[in-house]
């Protein structure tokens, strides 16, 4: 791999790059943070999709694409005189430095499990931090990775069951409650019930060292890949799917899963 100054001379060409197109592209010159914003959320979610897929060419460029982005917003708000690269780079150094004391101070943190308790305990003793254990979740994350940081904040802060299988009740609770629900026919009421339940999963999910988010996608490919595979076999022995049985399209869902 590179050295650390063939690295920072990448860094530094790059720089020149944005730069330049910032001040002689078209496109570029008239972009905002307004405009690129929506960008760099497609651009993430790319770079997520990557990391999912295992897939590291792919994931290089994606990384490659939302640095140019937090490169162009440094540069903007450089010309705009609120801040450049230099600030971003100090409040994040400032930032891990003290939420780090275990390693920049005298504080032990022996475990993961250790650190990521301490991290949620000095975030709250911030200059200008959150007050609230809860307040550091930010209101524009889909709702099922919500729920799994709303539910690790709270219990590094105590708010956890005794026992991991006392899941199971909550679990099997919130799906008595749907059923209940569903034969009342009060559609505002099913749609909380499912609420809690999925939150009661997610939960679960938690406490077995999972991640909710990654298990849902990763069975959202295999779904992809069973139905792609169905939809590909039938054609082939000339069969439409909207005239085929259940159990017609089971023998090619069963066989779907075979291929894997």
């Given at each position: 791999m590179h050295s650390k100054e063939e690295q920072?001379?990448?860094f530094s060409s790059l720089l020149d790059i944005v730069w330049r197109l910032r001040r002689e592209c078209p496109w570029d010159s008239k972009q905002t943070f307004d405009s690129v914003r929506t960008l760099t959320i497609e651009e993430v979610y790319e770079l997520a999709s990557a990391i999912s897929k295992h897939?590291?060419?792919?994931t290089c460029k994606e990384l490659?694409?939302?640095?140019?982005?937090?490169l162009l917003y440094a540069r903007m708000g450089s010309e705009q005189e609120v801040f450049d690269l230099k600030d971003v780079c100090d409040r994040l150094s400032d930032k891990l430095i003290f939420r780090h004391p275990h390693i920049f101070g005298n504080v032990e943190a022996a475990t993961a499990e250790d650190v990521s308790k301490l991290w949620e305990q000095v975030k709250?003793?911030?200059?200008?931090?959150?007050?609230?254990v809860l307040a550091g979740v930010p209101e524009a994350l889909p709702a099922?990775?919500?729920a799994q940081r709303i539910q690790d904040k709270?219990?590094?802060a105590g708010f956890d069951w005794e026992v991991k299988e006392q899941v199971w009740d909550k679990v099997r609770?919130?799906?008595r409650e749907v059923e209940t629900e569903i034969r009342n026919g009060d559609q505002d009421r099913i749609e909380a019930e499912f609420g809690d339940l999925l939150f009661a999963v997610i939960n679960a999910a938690r406490l077995y060292d999972v991640n909710p988010d990654n298990a849902l996608e990763r069975t959202n490919r295999k779904f992809i890949n069973r139905f792609t595979y169905l939809e590909e076999q039938s054609k082939a022995d000339g069969k439409k799917l909207k005239d085929m049985t259940l159990d017609e399209m089971e023998k090619y869902w069963q066989d779907a899963k075979k291929q894997e």
């Open positions: 920072i001379e990448a897939d590291m060419a792919e490659g694409d939302v640095l140019l982005h937090i709250l003793k911030e200059k200008g931090g959150n007050k609230s099922l990775i919500k709270a219990a590094h609770e919130e799906m």
